[in-house]
């Protein structure tokens, strides 16, 4: 039954893409750059949940996250971890296929140590023109070391747009949103992994200018909050403040999240 | 997860012991095991690193006309939309040959790629 769900699901997925594909294959959008300035630094658009933009050829990015955690509960105050990702293919003109690497473990609490567990992801994504994109993919597969046991595959299919807000000075409005199963459900209290079945996640973020933003983010098991900031104005260096688990979910506090991005072109 | 299963193997012993001393008493229900996951299969310390490292970073997501950062360039600091006519000179919506940069970074003289 659950492999019968996934399947729909990347079915589907796959479908729509090869629609969305045909659809926009020769679109192309010249617009004047009317300020001069680089449009290369942006504050972030999510705090927990994947959006359906992503990296094709010619992009990559590497960050790292961290998160307090309770002590008494996990034995330690934070823990967080690394990432690399890079592209394949052309989001613009067919699909782009985001690959991630993910390193758990920054903190050494479990007796692990940083590079002992990680896993891969795969984001199959296309452009639709005008600001949207939609995309399938999956979060914690080929799981290494100390993330076998621990985590579980999430697939997932997302869309997201961008809006402009306002008319002389003005904003902008991420709207994603995604239906994924594992990670995005809440969790069986009897197992310790996601619920059976598909999720619901999604997140909003508003650009108050190019390098700020606010975001709200549900991931179909926690609702984070942050506040989203990008330093440089030519460097695509992205940092995200925030709060996850804000509603105190499975008798859990809040805690502090943090994460570091940096996207770059080749 | 060693704890719950000591745990586990303790609640045995003692249901086993309360057995045979003939007080049975109903098991308690399991623990949630989300202690030893919540730094990553809970809150999904993984995933989250990625999305919130390469998905939601705009400079990370490709840089085409269709994707997030150029959208969000558009947004805020695109001017007027662009195209080639018959003789292949980009020109302006009234025509007129443009001069000046676009925002995929190119220039362009009197509508001709410098």
């Given at each position: 039954m659950h492999m019968k769900h996934r399947s729909k699901l990347f079915f589907c997925a796959f479908g729509l893409l090869a629609l969305a594909g045909n659809a926009h294959a020769e679109s192309t959008q010249i617009v004047a750059?009317?300020?001069?300035?680089?449009?290369?630094s942006f504050a972030g658009v999510s705090f927990g949940s994947p959006i359906a933009f992503g990296a094709d050829w010619g992009s990559a990015g590497v960050g790292i996250f961290g998160q307090t955690l309770n002590k008494s509960a996990t034995g330690t105050r934070g823990d967080g971890s690394a990432g690399v990702a890079f592209g394949l293919g052309d989001a613009d003109r067919y699909v782009g296929l985001e690959t991630d690497v993910s390193i758990a473990?920054?903190?050494?609490?479990?007796?692990n140590h940083f590079g002992d567990g990680g896993a891969l992801g795969f984001k199959l994504h296309t452009n639709l023109g005008d600001g949207a994109a939609v995309a399938v993919g999956v979060v914690g597969t080929a799981r290494w070391g100390s993330e076998k046991d621990t985590n579980r595959a999430s697939v997932y299919a997302v869309g997201t747009k961008a809006f402009r807000v306002g008319g002389v000075s003005p904003h902008a409005l991420v709207l994603n949103i995604g239906i994924g199963d594992e990670g995005f459900r809440p969790i069986n209290p009897s197992t310790g992994f996601g619920k059976k079945g598909p999720g619901i996640f999604g997140s909003m973020a508003f650009y108050i200018v190019p390098q700020v933003s606010v975001i709200a983010d549900y991931t179909g098991r926690f609702f984070n909050a942050g506040l989203s900031f990008a330093?440089?104005?030519?460097?695509?260096l992205t940092v995200t403040l925030g709060g996850v688990n804000l509603t105190n979910r499975y008798d859990t506090k809040p805690q502090a999240a943090m994460t570091i991005g940096y996207g770059f072109h080749f | 997860m060693r704890k719950y299963i000591m745990t586990g193997l303790i609640v045995a012993a003692c249901n086993s012991i309360a057995a045979f001393a003939g007080t049975v008493q109903p098991p308690p229900p399991?623990?949630?095991?989300i202690s030893p996951n919540i730094g990553s299969g809970a809150f999904g310390t993984d995933n989250f690193t990625l999305n919130s490292n390469t998905g939601d970073n705009p400079g990370a997501?490709?840089?085409?006309?269709?994707?997030l950062g150029y959208s969000l360039a558009r947004i805020f600091f695109g001017g007027p939309d662009l195209h080639f006519n018959a003789d292949g000179l980009l020109v302006d919506p009234s025509g007129k040959p443009f001069t000046g940069t676009t925002l995929t970074g190119q220039v362009f003289q009197d509508g001709k790629k410098q």
């Open positions: 750059n009317t300020s001069g300035q680089a449009a290369t473990d920054l903190s050494s609490y479990n007796g330093p440089f104005k030519t460097q695509p | 399991p623990p949630p095991v997501t490709g840089r085409g006309p269709g994707s």
